[in-house]
């Protein structure tokens, strides 16, 4: 079974503090990407990796950066922690991006809280 | 612009009765669609995908149908059980950017199955 794996299950930080979420996969999966789940607005992709060192920005990148040294590793970083990012932040991993084979596995989520 | 809707955010079903949760897209080079379930304070779980070249796709109580022409695909779950009783997130996979395929997700709907 993949086995997506995130640092803390809950976390509270305050406003001006730098935070780091850690995310790690035991499948050697390509692709991992970091979403933030909020009420009535779903998932929305923050950031993805496609390869080690490589990144994307995908919906909502601001205020946010990652880092990927490791292929099963995928760091999420909030530079200066605001309470507007005060949510679920959920990591997760695919072995290949497109059609079949392309469904990406969650990790169970980190609640941030942002005071 | 919402590429991915679920236009019911919630949907209350009787234990043994037909569970069907709607989703409607608006990109045509979406080729690949999937269903999540998510249980509260868990991360999202694959549950059932179909590809555009196919119109049903079977497995077990679940059956997802694709309807090309109208953009629309629907999850039909029966008999449904308590333990379905989740929120469904609806995604559709294509291109994205420089060239990789991401993941579009719907906002969810909650679905309560009575018992």
């Known amino acids: 079974d993949v086995k997506v794996t995130q640092s803390s299950r809950y976390l509270v930080k305050r406003t001006g503090e730098k935070v780091f979420l850690e995310c790690v996969q035991d499948?050697?999966?390509?692709?991992m990407f970091w979403y933030r789940q909020d009420p009535g607005l779903g998932l929305r992709l923050i950031y993805f990796?496609?390869?080690?060192?490589?990144?994307e920005k995908g919906d909502i990148p601001e205020g946010y950066s990652v880092s990927r040294e490791k292929k099963e590793r995928f760091s999420l970083i909030l530079e200066s922690a605001s309470t507007n990012q005060t949510s679920m932040y959920l990591c997760?991993?695919?072995?290949?991006?497109?059609?079949?084979?392309?469904?990406?596995?969650f990790g169970p989520g980190t609640r941030l809280t942002v005071l | 612009d919402q590429q991915v809707k679920q236009n019911s955010p919630s949907l209350s079903v009787q234990e043994g009765r037909i569970s069907i949760l709607n989703c409607d897209y608006t990109?045509?080079?979406?080729?690949?669609f999937l269903w999540y379930k998510k249980y509260p304070a868990e991360g999202p779980t694959f549950l059932i995908s179909?590809?555009?070249i196919k119109d049903k796709n079977e497995d077990g109580r679940f059956t997802v149908f694709l309807n090309k022409s109208a953009k629309h695909l629907s999850l039909h779950i029966v008999p449904s059980q308590p333990g379905d009783s989740a929120v469904y997130f609806c995604?559709?996979?294509?291109?994205w950017g420089a060239g990789s395929y991401q993941l579009t997700f719907g906002k969810g709907t909650k679905l309560s199955v009575i018992p």
């Open positions: 990796s496609y390869d080690v060192k490589m990144k």
């Open positions: 997760a991993s695919s072995l290949t991006g497109a059609g079949p084979g392309n469904e990406q596995f």
């Open positions: 499948m050697d999966h390509e692709n």
């Open positions: 990109n045509s080079m979406f080729d690949y």
């Open positions: 179909i590809s555009s």
């Open positions: 995604a559709a996979s294509g291109l």
